[in-house]
C-alpha cells in the first residue's frame, strides 16, 4: 500500500510543452447590480473562454469556449461578448495560404441572464458599447453590396476600408436601426446618440443619429478624409476633423467642424486673425466636462525650403547628413528618433463656445499645455523645459519653467522656474501641485491667487523613498490625489495616507496611523471609481495593506475623518489586488495568489464576512510538480541584514542537496507572493520551471553604495549564496547565476571575482562603463551619460571626474580572471544596451579561451518581443544549465555551434552523442 501511495505523489515536472495551455485571467467584470461575474481566462496560446457566473446562492455558471470582449448591459440583464473561431482553424489556414480577408469572422453572443437565452449573430466584424450608460450596442457585418473603395481614402483612426452594414439595437425594449455602406461610427458617452460616417460615391457623409427619437441630423456630405470624431460627455455637442481636399493632394488642410448645444453649425480651417495658423490633423479635439471649452490643435504654416525645392537638384546629387551641434537642446539621434512625433507636433487652442472666442494657449514650441482629465476650471499650465533641455542627455532631471493659461483669455503667467517635479492640474482645476524632489516636499501653487503652498510642511513625516540608493534625487512615496473639489491634497508618508487641508495646513490629519500606532503596515487608497478622477469622502474609503516585514497583504476600510483605526476586511499571506465593487456596493471582486495558487478572482458581501473562489485556473498545476517559496535573511559582507527569496520543489527533500540557480534584479523580496506563470523566457529564467525541474532557486536582495555597483553586487550575492549552502541542501559544486540588462552587467562582474559559480547566463550586458558612457539609447536616442551619472549604474561622476570607478566596475577589464562558462544574449537591435558591449564580453571570453556562447536573435530588442524566439531561448537556457549543473548532455548547438551556412535550416537542440 505505502509502494502505490509513493507511486502516486510522482509528479512530472514543467516541460517546455505546458506554457501554451497556461491560464490568465484576462479581463473581469461585475454587473451593476452585483449579481453576475464575468470573467475572460485567456491562454498563453490557444482558444479562451469567458466564464459567467451568478452570484447568488446557485452559484451558477456559464462556460463559453472561444469567448471575449465580455460586457454588461445597464440593466444587468444582459451579457454581450464576441466569440472567436478557433485558433487551430486559423493556424491551418494561413499554412494554406489563404488571404485574411477570408479569415472565418466572430459572432456575436447575447446572454439573457434572467431565462438564460442565447443570442447568436454570426458574422461579426466588431461591436461596440457607450462608454457610461449601455443601453445599447452596436455590431457591423459585411456589406450586402459589391464595394469599390479603391479611390475613396479612409485615413481614420478607427475605420475599415471597407464599407459594412451597422445594426444598433437597444438593450431595453425592440428599438433598433439599420445603415448600409457605413465606414465608422461611435456612441455618446452617454448612450444618448451615434455618429455614423457613410459612403456617397468618393465622398464621406458624416450625420448623427439621436436613439431616443430617431431623428438624423446630416452634417456633411463631401469630406474625403476625417479624423477624431467626439462628443462632448453629455452627448449634446459634436466636433471632428475634416478635409475637402482632393484624394489626390499629398498634403490636406483639415478643417475642425463643430456642432454646438444650440444646434448651430461651425467649421474653420485656419484661426481668425491668425491666417498663418491652420488647424492641425494630428490633435484630437475634446471638449470640456462643462461643454463650455473646446481644445483642439494648430500649426504654423509649414516653412518652405529653397533646397528642398530646387527642381534642378537631381535626387542623386542631394547631400544627406546628420550634423550634431554642441549647441543642439537634444543630440541628433533624439532628434531622429522624435522625427515623426516633430513633423506631427501641434500648439493648443481653445475656443470658448459661448463667447465664440479662440484662443492660443502656449505659443512657445517648445513647451507642452497639460489640463486636469475633465478639463474642469479656468486654468491650464504650461510647461517648458527648453531653457534646460541641452543638459537632458547627462541630468535626466532637469527643471522646466511652469506657467498658467486663463482658459477665458489665453493670458499666460509665469509661476516658477526650474521647477523640478510633475507639475500637474487638481481634478477641479485650482491648484497645479507637484513633488519637489530637491527637498523631498509636495508643493502646490494655487492657480487663481499664484500663492504657493508647501502642502507637506508641517507633517512630520518621510515623503522620499528611503531606500533610494543611487546618484540622484529620491522619488516619493506618491499622492493619490485629492478629494472632491480639491478641498483635501491626499498623500503618502512610508506606511501612511495623510489629508491636508491647503489652506490650513497646522491641521493635516493621518488617516491610518490614528495615534502614532507602530507597525510596518503600509496603506494605500484605492479608488474604485474608474470615473472620477478625485476621491468621494462620502463614499468608504477603500485601503489596500503590505505588512514590510512577513509580506502579507489585504484589503482595508478606512475612515476619511481619521478617527478609526482601518478595519480589515480580508488579509493573509497572499498577494490580493484588482478590487472592484458592484454599482449598488452590495458586492467585491478581486483576485488573490501566492507562489503555489494562480491569481484567481474570489468575491464577497460588503462587510466581508467569507471569500468565495470563483475561478479555478490551471487545473494542471495539480499534476505538476510546482514548488514552494520561503523569505530567507543574510548578512552582507558590510554586516547589513538582507532579505532574499528560496524557491524548492514541491517533493523537496531537506536530506538531498541541490543544484542552485541565483537570480535577482534590485530588491525583488516583497515579491514573495508572487504568482509567476511558466512562461517562455523573454530574457530571464523562468522560475517556476527550473524549481519544477529539481533546481533550488534563491533571489537575493542588494543593497548598493554609489560609486560600487559591482562591488555592491558581489557583497549581497555572494554572502547570501554563502548563507544558503550553509543550510545544507545546496549542492555548492553546481550552482549556476543568470541576469539581464542590469542583473546581466552584475553576473558579468560578480564572474571576474569568483569562481563559485559552475555557469553563468548573462543578458544584454553592459561589460565596458568607459565605451558604454559615450554610447547611444537608441531605443529613445538618449545618451548613455545619465546612466552612470545619476541612475541604476550609479557611478555618481563623469567619466573624467571618476575614471578609476568607471575602470574597476567594468568586468571587461578582469576577464582573464573569469573560468565560468557563460551564456550570452545581446540581441541586434538592442534599444536599450548597445550591441557591442555583448560582443566585446563574448570577445574577451573567447580570447581568454572561456566555454561562451552569444545568442543573437535577429531584429530583437533588449528583451525578446516574438514568441517563437522565447521559446527557443527557453530551451537553451535549461540545456546550457542542465549541462553544467545536472551533468546533462550537451546539445548540437553547444558543441557544433550553428555555421551561417546552417543559419535557419537547424536548430541542433539534440545532445550530443558521446
Not at 354 to 360: D, G, Y
Not at 445 to 459: G, N, P, Q, R, V
Not at 748 to 760: D, E, G, L, P, S
Request: include cysteine; aromatic fraction near 12%; charged fraction near 25%.
Amino acid at each position: 500500500m505505502a509502494f502505490n501511495l509513493a507511486a502516486q505523489q510522482i509528479k512530472p515536472s514543467l516541460s517546455h510543452q505546458d506554457y501554451d495551455r497556461w491560464e490568465t485571467i484576462a479581463n473581469k467584470q461585475i454587473s451593476k447590480d452585483g449579481k453576475w461575474v464575468a470573467m475572460e481566462i485567456a491562454l498563453q496560446d490557444g482558444d479562451g473562454r469567458v466564464q459567467l457566473t451568478e452570484l447568488a446562492a446557485s452559484k451558477k455558471a456559464i462556460t463559453i469556449p472561444r469567448a471575449g470582449k465580455a460586457a454588461f448591459s445597464e440593466n444587468s440583464r444582459w451579457m454581450i461578448g464576441l466569440i472567436q473561431a478557433e485558433k487551430d482553424s486559423i493556424r491551418q489556414l494561413k499554412l494554406q495560404k489563404v488571404k485574411k480577408e477570408d479569415f472565418p469572422e466572430d459572432s456575436l453572443l447575447l446572454i439573457d441572464l434572467r431565462t438564460d437565452e442565447k443570442i447568436k449573430i454570426p458574422g461579426v466584424g466588431g461591436y461596440k458599447l457607450p462608454k457610461k450608460v449601455k443601453n445599447w450596442y452596436a455590431y457591423q457585418v459585411p456589406s450586402k453590396v459589391d464595394k469599390d473603395t479603391s479611390s475613396i481614402e479612409t485615413k481614420t483612426v478607427k475605420s475599415k476600408d471597407e464599407p459594412f452594414v451597422l445594426n444598433i439595437q437597444s438593450f431595453v425594449g425592440d428599438k433598433s436601426y439599420a445603415f448600409e455602406t457605413v465606414l465608422d461610427y461611435g456612441f455618446s458617452d452617454d448612450g444618448s446618440k451615434v455618429y455614423l460616417v457613410s459612403k456617397k460615391e468618393d465622398f464621406k457623409v458624416i450625420k448623427l443619429l439621436d436613439l431616443e427619437s430617431g431623428i438624423e441630423n446630416q452634417l456633411i456630405d463631401s469630406l474625403t478624409a476625417y479624423k477624431f470624431p467626439v462628443f462632448s460627455s453629455n452627448g449634446a455637442q459634436f466636433a471632428v476633423l475634416g478635409s475637402t481636399s482632393s484624394v489626390e493632394e499629398e498634403i490636406k488642410d483639415f478643417q475642425l467642424y463643430l456642432l454646438d448645444g444650440e444646434g448651430e453649425f461651425k467649421h474653420w480651417e485656419s484661426i481668425p486673425d491668425q491666417k498663418d495658423h491652420r488647424v492641425s490633423e494630428h490633435f484630437s479635439p475634446s471638449f470640456s466636462d462643462s461643454g463650455e471649452h473646446l481644445f483642439f490643435g494648430w500649426n504654423p504654416l509649414p516653412k518652405t525650403y529653397s533646397y528642398a525645392a530646387d527642381s534642378s537638384i537631381l535626387e542623386d546629387e542631394r547631400v544627406n547628413l546628420d550634423i550634431w551641434g554642441w549647441q543642439d537642446k537634444e543630440i541628433q539621434p533624439m532628434q531622429l528618433k522624435k522625427l515623426e512625433d516633430r513633423e506631427r507636433e501641434s500648439k493648443v487652442a481653445v475656443y470658448q463656445i459661448s463667447k465664440s472666442e479662440i484662443h492660443l494657449l502656449g505659443e512657445s514650441l517648445s513647451s507642452d499645455v497639460h489640463f486636469n482629465r475633465f478639463k474642469k476650471g479656468d486654468w491650464a499650465i504650461v510647461r517648458d523645459n527648453s531653457p534646460y533641455r541641452r543638459a537632458y542627455s547627462w541630468d535626466i532631471q532637469i527643471g522646466e519653467d511652469l506657467s498658467r493659461v486663463n482658459l477665458k483669455t489665453g493670458e499666460i503667467n509665469l509661476l516658477a522656474e526650474n521647477v523640478i517635479g510633475n507639475p500637474r492640474i487638481s481634478p477641479a482645476g485650482k491648484f497645479v501641485y507637484w513633488y519637489n524632489a530637491p527637498d523631498s516636499s509636495w508643493q502646490a501653487i494655487d492657480l487663481a491667487s499664484k500663492a504657493k503652498i508647501a502642502l507637506t510642511s508641517e507633517i512630520k513625516d518621510a515623503f522620499h523613498y528611503e531606500l533610494h540608493d543611487s546618484p540622484s534625487l529620491p522619488r516619493s512615496y506618491g499622492s493619490p490625489g485629492w478629494s472632491a473639489d480639491d478641498e483635501f491634497f491626499l498623500v503618502y508618508g512610508k506606511y501612511d495616507v495623510w489629508k491636508v487641508d491647503p489652506f490650513k495646513l497646522d491641521q493635516a490629519k493621518n488617516l491610518t496611523r490614528v495615534k502614532g500606532e507602530k507597525s510596518e503596515m503600509t496603506y494605500r487608497l484605492l479608488n474604485l471609481d474608474s470615473e472620477k478622477d478625485y476621491f468621494d469622502m462620502s463614499d468608504e474609503m477603500m485601503l489596500s495593506g503590505f505588512e514590510n516585514e512577513t509580506k502579507s497583504s489585504g484589503f482595508f476600510r478606512g475612515d476619511w475623518k481619521g478617527d478609526k483605526l482601518p478595519k480589515v476586511l480580508v488579509y493573509g499571506a497572499a498577494t490580493y489586488n484588482g478590487l472592484k465593487i458592484a454599482e449598488n456596493k452590495k458586492r467585491y471582486i478581486y483576485q488573490k495568489s501566492t507562489f503555489k495558487a494562480s491569481p484567481d478572482v474570489y468575491y464577497s458581501d460588503a462587510d466581508f464576512h467569507k471569500e468565495h473562489q470563483m475561478s479555478q485556473i490551471n487545473k494542471q498545476q495539480e499534476g505538476i510538480n510546482w514548488g514552494d517559496v520561503e523569505l530567507v535573511d543574510f548578512l552582507s559582507n558590510d554586516g547589513d541584514k538582507m532579505n532574499g527569496l528560496l524557491f524548492k520543489p514541491e517533493n523537496f527533500d531537506p536530506n538531498k542537496k541541490y543544484p542552485m540557480m541565483v537570480y535577482f534584479y534590485e530588491r525583488r523580496s516583497d515579491a514573495l507572493h508572487h504568482y509567476y506563470s511558466p512562461v517562455p523566457s523573454a530574457s530571464i529564467i523562468n522560475i517556476p520551471y527550473f524549481v519544477s525541474n529539481e533546481y533550488l532557486v534563491f533571489v537575493p536582495d542588494i543593497k548598493y553604495k554609489i560609486g560600487l555597483p559591482g562591488p555592491s553586487a558581489f557583497d549581497c550575492i555572494v554572502p547570501g549564496v554563502q548563507a544558503m549552502i550553509a543550510k545544507g541542501i545546496v549542492d555548492k559544486d553546481n550552482i549556476g547565476i543568470q541576469g539581464q540588462s542590469w542583473g546581466g552587467y552584475q553576473v558579468a562582474y560578480v564572474i571576474t571575482q569568483t569562481n563559485m559559480f559552475k555557469a553563468a547566463g548573462a543578458g544584454a550586458p553592459v561589460v565596458n562603463m568607459t565605451s558604454a558612457y559615450g554610447g547611444i539609447r537608441w531605443g529613445t536616442g538618449m545618451s548613455r551619460m545619465f546612466q552612470y551619472e545619476q541612475t541604476q549604474s550609479r557611478i555618481g561622476g563623469t567619466l573624467w571626474e571618476k575614471p578609476l570607478y568607471y575602470i574597476e566596475n567594468s568586468p571587461l577589464f578582469y576577464t582573464d580572471r573569469v573560468e565560468t562558462p557563460t551564456l550570452i544574449m545581446h540581441n541586434d537591435k538592442d534599444g536599450a544596451v548597445p550591441w557591442y558591449q555583448g560582443i566585446e564580453f563574448f570577445m574577451a571570453l573567447k580570447r581568454n579561451d572561456v566555454p561562451s556562447w552569444l545568442l543573437v536573435y535577429n531584429g530583437e530588442d533588449h528583451n525578446l518581443k516574438e514568441r517563437k524566439n522565447k521559446k527557443d531561448l527557453s530551451i537553451r537556457l535549461s540545456q546550457f544549465f542542465d549541462h553544467y549543473l545536472k551533468g546533462e548532455k550537451a546539445p548540437l548547438w553547444m558543441t557544433e555551434g550553428i555555421p551561417a551556412i546552417e543559419k535557419g535550416k537547424t536548430l541542433k537542440y539534440e545532445l550530443s552523442i558521446d
